[in-house]
């Protein structure tokens, strides 16, 4: 296109703080004329307060300050905007003070007098390095648009997100359920450097224990009673790429040993298999669970907790943010109307504001289900007060068409009696008041091995400190 040329890149935001007046005036002046848009204040109060306002993509300051100084307020921008650069400059510029500012993340430190061009210099540095720029409305980039948000918890947390994402480090991905933990997974795979190659995502926690081993880390034929073929796991699908280990709080403890000396070994042995298979893929992991409680009961543990844990990324709640409310409810809606096939032009103003004032326990997900709700049900093309209103006092629930729901059903059925039957295919039948034959092609439309509900998992599980009781 023509005029992305001529769109240079957008103009960063420096947030300047120095208590003298003519300093400030200066470094604005030349910062100015260099391209930046600047704002100055006098104070790292009036900073900390400015940041709350408008997100600049660095922060120069002054050490000396009245009240907190540069250092104070470093800590608590590192505090509170992790990603963003600070560039400290100090008339007192004393070797152990610059070495501790180092220490602690600041991005560089300049002596007063500073030269102006080194300082430029260090600023398209930093920011180069740093976070992309937070006028995200505008700045449309393909790894996040997916995510619609304005707020600033969440432009911290993708600017995390995404320098994390150039790394290999493991994550683990907090947050309540429904706040968009799967969603931001993607988006690291897509940030990475691994975005061509394969993301997959397992939830630990729906999959009985035996078959979960098996999709992980597959199986040779013969490995059990039902192991047809060689089936290759979804650490080798995903070599090279991401794989999420969705719930894993929930992952069975005798598993969670398994996990680690694959995670040590970078290797995976398939069950019935006497060889290994390195395989290279990054985990993320997600969890709405505490897993410093589950430590401490010794449900999870500690070892596979600092592996899984190298970086933390704590997705906010949707009442952390109701400044996204608004424009997530549009987006729905639009994108529902599409599916529905109907016109939409919105939400009445009172029926947004009802919206945006709601408590959302179910958090995004929640609120997708009562914009569908509402849009399923709407008959005239402005969502009205009303319908809203309707909506969030019915406890939400997910609208699945009746095919879906019934094969949800079906599988969920058909689990609980395999359960039931430790993979007993004659029993579950009789259970189910179903001859073999029907019983097995229905196992089959759901893609499900009875052997692996077996509850005596294959060998080498036992021995294991810490290992769960036996839930009979
Ligand atoms: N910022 C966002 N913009 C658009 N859609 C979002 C956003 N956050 C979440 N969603 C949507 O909300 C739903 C829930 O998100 P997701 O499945 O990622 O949540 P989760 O944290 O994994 O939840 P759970 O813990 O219940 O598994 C999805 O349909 C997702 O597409
Ligand atoms: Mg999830």
Same mark, same amino acid.
Request: charged fraction near 25%; include cysteine; aromatic fraction near 6%.
């Given at each position: 296109?023509?005029?992305?040329?001529?769109?240079?890149?957008?103009?960063?935001?420096?947030?300047?703080?120095?208590?003298?007046? @003519?300093?400030?005036?200066?470094?604005?002046?030349?910062?100015?004329?260099?391209?930046?848009?600047?704002?100055?204040?006098?104070?790292?109060?009036?900073?900390?307060?400015?940041? @709350?306002?408008?997100? &600049?993509?660095? %922060?120069?300051?002054?050490?000396?300050?009245?009240?907190?100084?540069?250092?104070?307020?470093?800590?608590?921008?590192?505090?509170?905007?992790?990603?963003?650069?600070?560039?400290?400059? $100090?008339?007192?510029?004393?070797?152990?003070?610059?070495?501790?500012?180092? /220490?602690?993340?600041?991005?560089?430190?300049?002596?007063?007098?500073? @030269?102006?061009?080194?300082?430029?210099?260090?600023?398209?540095? =930093?920011?180069?390095?740093?976070?992309?720029?937070?006028?995200?409305?505008?700045?449309?980039?393909?790894?996040? #648009?997916?995510?619609?948000?304005?707020?600033?918890?969440? /432009?911290?947390?993708?600017?995390? =997100?995404?320098?994390?994402?150039?790394?290999?480090?493991?994550?683990?991905?907090?947050?309540?359920?429904? $706040? *968009?933990?799967?969603?931001?997974?993607?988006?690291?795979? +897509?940030?990475?450097?691994?975005?061509?190659?394969?993301?997959?995502?397992?939830?630990?926690?729906?999959?009985?224990?035996?078959?979960?081993?098996?999709?992980?880390? *597959?199986?040779?034929?013969?490995?059990?009673?039902?192991?047809?073929?060689?089936?290759?796991?979804?650490?080798?699908? /995903?070599?090279?790429? $991401?794989? !999420?280990?969705?719930?894993?709080?929930?992952?069975?403890?005798?598993?969670?040993?398994?996990?680690?000396?694959?995670?040590?070994?970078?290797?995976?042995?398939?069950?019935?298999?006497?060889?290994?298979?390195?395989?290279? %893929? +990054?985990?993320?992991?997600?969890?709405?669970?505490?897993?410093?409680?589950?430590?401490?009961?010794?449900?999870?543990?500690?070892?596979?907790?600092?592996?899984? #844990?190298?970086?933390?990324?704590?997705?906010?709640?949707?009442?952390?943010? +109701?400044?996204?409310?608004?424009? !997530?409810?549009?987006?729905?809606?639009?994108?529902?109307?599409?599916?529905? *096939?109907?016109?939409?032009?919105?939400?009445?103003?009172?029926? !947004?504001?009802?919206?945006?004032?709601?408590?959302?326990?179910? #958090?995004?997900?929640?609120?997708?289900?009562?914009?569908?709700?509402?849009?399923?049900?709407?008959?005239?093309?402005?969502?009205?007060?009303?319908?809203?209103?309707?909506?969030?006092?019915? &406890?939400?629930?997910?609208?699945?068409?009746?095919? @879906?729901?019934?094969?949800?059903?079906?599988?969920?059925?058909?689990?609980?009696?395999?359960?039931?039957?430790?993979?007993?295919?004659?029993?579950?039948?009789?259970?189910?008041?179903? #001859?073999?034959?029907?019983?097995?092609?229905?196992?089959?439309?759901?893609?499900?091995? &009875?052997?692996?509900?077996?509850?005596?998992?294959?060998? *080498?599980?036992?021995?294991?400190?810490?290992? =769960?009781?036996?839930?009979?």
């Amino acid at each position: 296109m023509s005029d992305t040329s001529s769109l240079a890149a957008p103009r960063a935001r420096l947030l300047v703080v120095d208590d003298d007046a @003519d300093m400030l005036r200066l470094l604005a002046m030349r910062l100015g004329s260099a391209g930046y848009q600047v704002t100055s204040v006098g104070s790292a109060e009036a900073a900390l307060g400015q940041l @709350d306002i408008e997100r &600049p993509q660095l %922060v120069l300051s002054d050490v000396r300050l009245p009240g907190k100084d540069g250092l104070a307020l470093f800590d608590e921008i590192r505090k509170r905007h992790p990603s963003l650069p600070v560039i400290l400059l $100090t008339a007192h510029g004393t070797i152990p003070d610059a070495v501790e500012a180092t /220490a602690r993340g600041v991005f560089t430190y300049l002596t007063k007098p500073y @030269d102006a061009k080194e300082l430029l210099e260090k600023i398209a540095q =930093a920011l180069a390095l740093g976070a992309p720029a937070s006028d995200s409305t505008r700045v449309d980039e393909v790894w996040r #648009n997916e995510i619609v948000s304005r707020s600033n918890r969440m /432009a911290d947390l993708l600017a995390e =997100a995404r320098m994390v994402a150039q790394s290999d480090a493991s994550v683990l991905l907090r947050g309540d359920s429904g $706040t *968009g933990k799967e969603m931001l997974a993607r988006a690291i795979h +897509r940030a990475s450097p691994r975005a061509s190659r394969p993301f997959i995502a397992v939830n630990c926690g729906a999959i009985p224990e035996a078959l979960l081993e098996s999709e992980l880390f *597959g199986h040779m034929k013969g490995a059990f009673t039902d192991a047809v073929a060689n089936h290759k796991g979804l650490f080798q699908a /995903a070599d090279g790429g $991401t794989l !999420l280990l969705d719930e894993i709080g929930d992952m069975p403890p005798a598993l969670q040993v398994k996990l680690l000396r694959v995670l040590q070994e970078r290797a995976v042995r398939p069950l019935g298999s006497s060889q290994s298979l390195p395989v290279d %893929v +990054r985990i993320i992991s997600a969890t709405h669970r505490n897993l410093e409680e589950a430590m401490a009961t010794t449900q999870f543990r500690e070892d596979l907790y600092y592996r899984l #844990n190298v970086v933390t990324l704590t997705l906010p709640t949707l009442a952390e943010r +109701r400044e996204d409310i608004p424009l !997530l409810a549009n987006h729905f809606l639009a994108k529902l109307a599409a599916k529905y *096939g109907k016109r939409s032009s919105g939400f009445a103003p009172e029926a !947004l504001k009802a919206l945006t004032m709601s408590a959302w326990p179910g #958090n995004v997900r929640q609120l997708y289900n009562v914009v569908e709700q509402v849009c399923a049900l709407s008959t005239t093309p402005l969502v009205s007060l009303a319908l809203v209103q309707r909506a969030l006092r019915t &406890p939400s629930v997910e609208v699945l068409s009746f095919a @879906d729901a019934k094969q949800r059903f079906e599988r969920e059925y058909l689990v609980g009696l395999l359960k039931m039957t430790d993979g007993n295919v004659a029993d579950a039948a009789r259970l189910a008041q179903r #001859n073999r034959t029907e019983f097995y092609r229905l196992l089959q439309k759901h893609a499900l091995t &009875p052997g692996l509900f077996k509850s005596d998992s294959p060998p *080498g599980s036992s021995g294991i400190p810490g290992d =769960a009781v036996a839930d009979e």
